[in-house]
């Protein structure tokens, strides 16, 4: 991993609960359907929650339904398996923990990662809120379910997510956003080509536009335009670092009918030319 690439970690109680404790901040002691997200992968360690005797730190998490090292902080180990399930077994219950680790430009998500502290909880509620961040968690965690070459951008998608969720400041009293900022935060991820105007993303929220916007600023805590540049500028770094897709091809692929315009926001995003970024991607890998 290229030292301009940051990581993060994510812990998603499956059953059960456990205690968190991070280090530099106060432990956390997420129950079932909660996620644990530490934007910088701080070192942390996972243990059973107090009062509970007779049960081992949890085994190390690697592939989806197996065990590995419980600290995905490990040096020796800079990004590690990209999903694990960890199990935790004692008097109290079993807990089951699914964990995801990714690697990711810190460029692109500056404004989001500002000013959160090392280790965010999100409650179940605020998660089965989030369609696209509840799916794929649920997706990630299915029994039986093999790794396969698709994991690491799901997971980076699942990042992405609780990102924003985290990110987003709540109105005292609400247990989330209004469902449409959800749809709209949903396409946006999903359907970044389509020709999104700020006027058919508040269609999208079946609200006005001056609703939208501010209640779009308020749970992401950007204005609608700005996340869809970056959503896709994200994609666009992602296609010409991982494949072969011609240059002239990716602003159309992203949603760009200007090539200009694709340049500008591309050097905006990233301080490089999509060509100086494609050339530099051997060295990221």
């Known amino acids: 991993m290229d030292a301009s690439t940051a990581r993060a970690v994510l812990h998603y109680v499956l059953a059960g609960g456990c205690r968190i404790a991070v280090t530099g901040t106060a432990a ?8 644990v997200l530490l934007p910088a992968a701080a070192r942390h360690r996972i243990s059973p929650l107090p009062g509970l005797r007779g049960v081992s730190p949890p085994p190390p998490p690697t592939a989806a339904g197996g065990t590995g090292p419980a600290d995905p902080a490990d040096p020796a ?5 990209a999903v694990g399930i960890a199990a935790l077994d004692g008097p109290g219950g079993p807990v089951r923990l699914l964990s995801l680790r990714t690697g990711y430009d810190p460029r692109a998500v500056r404004p989001l990662v500002a000013g959160l502290p090392r280790a965010v909880l ?20 299915e029994p039986g379910r093999r790794p396969g070459p698709g994991d690491r951008l799901l997971v980076l998608r699942a990042f992405e997510a609780a990102l924003a969720l985290a990110a987003g400041p709540r109105p005292p009293g609400a247990a989330h956003p209004h469902p449409g900022i959800g749809r709209t935060v949903a396409a946006i991820e999903t359907r970044y080509a389509e020709p999104w105007t700020v006027e058919t993303l508040a269609r999208e929220a079946g609200m006005s536009r001056s609703s ?31 494949t072969g897709l011609p240059q002239s091809a990716v602003p159309a692929r992203v949603g ?8 500008l926001a591309f050097r905006t ?15 990221r890998a």
């Open 122 to 141: 999100l409650e179940r509620r605020r998660v089965e809120a989030a369609p696209l961040l509840r799916d794929t968690l649920r997706l990630l965690a």
């Open 256 to 263: 760009y009918r200007s090539r200009v315009g694709f340049h």
């Open 269 to 283: 995003a990233y301080g490089t030319t999509p060509g100086e970024y494609r050339a530099a991607a051997p060295r």
């Open 212 to 242: 939208f916007t501010a209640a779009f600023r308020e749970a992401v805590g950007t204005s609608p335009a700005r996340h869809l540049t970056a959503r896709r500028i994200r994609e666009a770094a992602r296609l010409l670092a991982e």
């Open 77 to 81: 180990d800079p990004l590690g398996p």
């Open 28 to 35: 956390l002691d997420p129950s079932r359907g909660e996620l």
